[in-house]
């Protein structure tokens, strides 16, 4: 199983925001989060927990305003502040980003593909 995930600039994912209180969830699944700070203010989300379940986790992330957001969460920032950080797939994590998006990425975390070869 795969789990699909887009990162938005504030790092935030599914509908998992900085420092709010779904981000924060361990037991739970699914949380309801009320007064979102991107519309629509009423959402539901999966949980890290839940996200965290799946063999696999594709994170697809494109142009410069995410780049802060994607250098922070590859290099290890706390989920709580860089929600992003968060998911990971039991047996894989891939990242899937273009060139603007990647413009923050640790140089040692950089693997280019055949396309910037």
């Known amino acids: 199983d795969v789990v699909l995930l887009g990162v938005g600039p504030d790092a935030h994912v599914a509908s998992l925001f900085p420092e709010q209180a779904g981000i924060r969830e361990k037991e739970l699944t699914v949380v ?7 519309p629509p203010p009423e959402r539901i989300s999966l949980t890290l927990p839940a996200i965290n379940t799946a063999s696999e986790v594709w994170m697809v ?57």
């Open 61 to 117: 992330v494109a142009g410069e305003d995410k780049a802060g957001a994607v250098g922070l969460a590859l290099a290890g920032a706390n989920p709580v502040q860089v929600p992003a950080a968060g998911p990971a797939g039991r047996s894989q994590t891939l990242w899937l980003i273009d060139e603007n998006a990647a413009s923050r990425v640790p140089e040692q975390l950089v693997r280019k593909g055949p396309a910037s070869s």
């Open 32 to 38: 309801g989060v009320r007064n979102s700070p991107k």
